[in-house]
């Protein structure tokens, strides 16, 4: 069997449990509703960084703060960190963690 892999994701990407119910339902709007979603309602984005932050097991998906920006990728004990994607708002980087995390794809925000 071929396993066709998501330009983005690891090869032994799995999907991602999102504890956030807010979170959970507006995943299943378009990407940029997802961004704008975060940007007018920070607080559920701030969220799901905080879960990131909780998980401890790998492989995983992750969204870290760091001094000017977010990371959001996979890491695993095996391969260490895979597939960053940066971003200079909590919004991008939770609408990308968000994606990533339910094997939905990647954000990238228009116009970058």
């Given at each position: 069997m071929i396993t066709t892999l998501k330009e983005g994701f690891p090869g032994d990407f799995s999907k991602q449990k999102i504890e956030s119910p807010e979170a959970k339902e507006i995943s299943r709007r378009p990407?940029?509703?997802?961004?704008?979603?975060f940007?007018?309602?920070p607080s559920v984005?701030?969220?799901?960084l905080n879960e990131s932050s909780d998980k401890r097991f790998t492989p995983s998906t992750y969204i870290s703060e760091m001094a000017n920006d977010y990371s959001v990728g996979w890491i695993s004990r095996r391969t260490g960190y895979q597939c960053e994607q940066?971003?200079?708002?909590?919004?991008?980087?939770?609408?990308?963690y968000l994606l990533f995390s339910l094997?939905?794809?990647?954000?990238?925000?228009?116009?970058?």
């Open positions: 990407a940029p509703e997802i961004a704008d979603y940007r007018q309602n984005a701030h969220d799901l940066r971003f200079e708002t909590l919004a991008d980087a939770a609408t990308d094997g939905k794809g990647r954000w990238t925000r228009p116009g970058k």
